[in-house]
């Protein structure tokens, strides 16, 4: 049985932008790829109506993952719902339990957006309760055994909040993929207007490589990269256990001591 390596994000594009070059070398690596798309994109337009743009969004989501080679779990909220209640951990949960990863990717702690920060908080709790015999998901599922590392991705613009930069722990070289996680986020079409028009950010694409340049340029040693902080393992692992840094061996540059700690 193959190693499994799970994103939960908040809205589709959101690996692809700052997750999916880790993922694709997971993947080359002989993981199982997961996605987990926590809101539907409802609100991702100035233009289309809502259904229809569910649906775009939905159709772009599954192209992007299978660019990636990923099933694709969700969505179960709309836009501007990621909220972190009782009822939605218990739905990511169930899915936590059904994929069994070992390495789960989620979204920073320190984003500038609350669905962001919000689906981190509910891929942390969700692989927290995975192995409690009465923690009851939705729909029910028997707890899960085995370890599993939580890695929080970068923020979007590498800044918090705050606008303070957010250093990461390690950096995971994304050279040789950065072509596939360029075409995987090239599927969300609907997203470049929007974006470009409601960020500013003048380009989609070379907005997400720039972040992977400025990564390479903070590591010292790759050209491009994506940044992680490693979650705190008390609970979810022994301190020994780093299967992405291990799967990933030379990728892998570790930026931060205090990570080891």
């Known amino acids: 049985m193959k190693n499994v390596a799970m994103a939960v994000v908040a809205h589709p594009d959101d690996i692809e932008l700052m997750m999916a070059g880790t993922l694709a070398m997971l993947g080359r690596a002989g993981y199982a790829l997961h996605y987990l798309v926590v809101a539907n994109g409802s609100c991702g337009t100035a233009t289309i109506e809502r259904e229809a743009i569910i649906a775009v969004r939905a159709e772009e989501s599954r192209q992007a993952a299978a660019v990636l080679g990923a099933t694709l779990h969700g969505p179960l909220v709309d836009d501007a719902q990621v909220y972190y209640t ?6 990511v949960a169930a899915v936590v339990r059904q994929v069994r990863p070992e390495i789960l990717l989620a979204p920073s702690p320190h984003d500038y957006m609350e669905d962001h920060i919000n689906a981190s908080r509910l891929a942390v709790s969700a692989a927290f309760y995975r192995g409690m015999r009465n923690f009851v998901t939705d729909p029910p599922l028997p707890p899960v055994a085995g370890e599993v590392a939580l890695y929080h991705a970068l923020p979007w613009g590498l800044k918090d909040s705050l606008g303070a930069p957010v250093r ?7 050279s040789d993929v950065l072509e596939v996680k360029r075409q995987a986020l090239a ?16 380009s989609y694409l070379r907005a997400m490589v720039e972040m992977s340049e400025a990564v390479g340029r903070l590591s010292g040693r790759f ?8 979650h705190n393992p008390l609970g979810f692992s022994g301190e020994a256990f780093r299967p992405l840094e291990d799967a990933l061996d030379s990728h892998v540059l570790l930026l931060c001591k205090e990570a080891l700690s």
């Open 187 to 202: 599927c969300h079409r609907s997203q470049k207007d929007w974006l470009d028009a409601s960020q500013g950010l003048g």
């Open 223 to 230: 050209r491009v990269a994506e940044g992680w902080q490693r």
């Open 168 to 174: 990461p722990h390690l950096a995971v070289d994304i």
């Open 86 to 91: 009782p009822a939605l951990v218990t739905r």
